[in-house]
């Protein structure tokens, strides 16, 4: 008996689930026929239910590019986060606002964690040099940074805006002993990140941006060498918009990323782990009133180069292919307070990693692999200005939700926004 109520109850679920869906989808054409939405809205859970989609237009382009916060002006913005284990504390939360002081000038900031995992200036220590001190030296006790802040202005001249971003981020460790030596230990991160955007004719649109972050870190002990680590990473993205037809637009987009640095032992310096970088992409996007699907493929190179150590070992490379990369995504508004989303990725890499064999020689592997291909699900509620966007957990769909005898989380990811 208790076999068949488990299975009624997962049967009646999964009977309302379908009904909703049918009832919401068919309600779809008459949504999108209606006046187009305030398109202020969305972040990081969007793009990750439209299976990362880089072809699209969303406040999270604002991480990389400041001119966006022109198109997303009075506009509050940031995510709740994920499960990380903690009741208390989302994965990945941030939070962001930016205000329209008139026409022309748009003021925002970004207040970000040492959780935040996207490509900006806002993210902290991303090659992690304060735990390769704190793990080679014994005596290191460096505070990892955290709470960083990025201000940010943009300012629009007929059909341009020109972005502007900066954002610091430090933390010291000092001891001084009644009697004897103490030591020093102390982290920092300058980032600058500048952004252009406009429209060249009505038909061809575009965006550029490139950023820079300087993360250093440093121990001073009373007596003896003082240790010093220090990266300068760079990156720049491109994006351009081919209007084809009123309702189809080509998108091309090309990024580029490196990083270099060094750690100082005294007067002897040896360089970090080098990375390069490159990638370029082309995609479809179909928008007519308030429904969007935006896809295609893209390809990635990256190097990571190991400098050689005397006779010890001699320079290494790893070197990584990935073609293609199918980003592909799907948005439409179910009713007016209620948006449907989905998405897919695939790819498929090379990987050429060399070790040492001697002093002066490598030994060389390439193999194929191939990323997890993923379907995405998403789902957005709004309520006038007010946005909560989430990534699906799409086992719902084959047990149910968690608080009627599902065994997973309903939602993965949310983000939330408030244009006013």
């Known amino acids: 008996m208790k076999k068949s109520s488990t299975f009624f109850r997962s049967g009646f679920v999964l009977g309302v689930i379908l009904f909703a869906f049918i009832f919401s989808f068919s309600t779809l054409l008459l949504a999108q026929e209606g006046e187009k939405k305030d398109m202020r809205y969305g972040g990081y859970a969007r793009l990750y239910s439209m299976g990362d989609n880089p072809f699209i237009v969303d406040p999270d382009n604002i991480k990389t590019n400041p001119a966006y916060a022109s198109k997303y002006s009075n506009f509050l913005w940031g995510d709740i986060g994920g499960n990380n284990g903690n009741p208390t504390s989302g994965f990945g939360q941030f939070a962001g606002f930016n205000y329209s002081v008139n026409k022309e000038f748009t003021l925002g900031a970004l207040l970000t964690r040492d959780d935040f995992g996207s490509r900006s200036i806002g993210a902290l220590d991303p090659r992690g040099i304060v735990n390769l001190i704190n793990t080679s030296v014994t005596a290191a006790n460096i505070v990892p940074l955290n709470n960083n802040i990025e201000l940010l202005a943009s300012y629009g001249f007929g059909n341009y805006v020109l972005g502007l971003g900066l954002s610091y981020a430090s933390s010291s460790n000092n001891f001084t002993p009644a009697t004897g030596t103490g030591d020093k230990n102390s982290a920092s991160q300058l980032g600058v990140n500048i952004g252009f955007m406009g429209d060249l004719t009505p038909g061809f649109k575009f965006d550029i941006d490139f950023a820079l972050a300087m993360p250093s870190a440093s121990y001073e ?178 047990q149910g939700f968690n608080n009627i005898g599902g065994a997973g989380a309903t939602f993965a990811y949310l983000s939330a926004s408030y244009a006013f």
């Open 221 to 398: 002990p009373g007596t003896g060498d003082k240790v010093e680590a220090s990266n300068t990473l760079m990156a720049a993205n491109a994006r351009g918009f081919l209007k084809l037809s009123n309702k189809f637009s080509l998108v091309p987009t090309f990024s580029f990323y490196n990083s270099t640095g060094k750690v100082d032992v005294g007067s002897q310096s040896d360089d970090l782990v080098s990375l390069m970088g490159l990638g370029a992409g082309v995609g479809l996007s179909y928008q007519t009133g308030n429904l969007i699907i935006s896809g295609g493929p893209s390809f990635v190179y990256e190097t990571e180069t190991t400098a050689a150590d005397s006779t010890i070992s001699p320079e290494l490379k790893k070197t990584t292919l990935t073609f293609p990369a199918w980003n592909f995504g799907a948005e439409w508004y179910f009713t007016d307070w209620l948006i449907g989303r989905a998405g897919y990725v695939a790819s498929t890499f090379s990987v050429t990693n060399q070790a040492a064999a001697s002093g002066t020689t490598v030994n060389e592997n390439s193999r194929t692999g191939f990323g997890t291909g993923d379907v995405r699900l998403g789902i957005g509620f709004r309520f006038g200005g007010f946005t909560l966007d989430a990534t699906v957990n799409d086992d719902i769909l084959r």
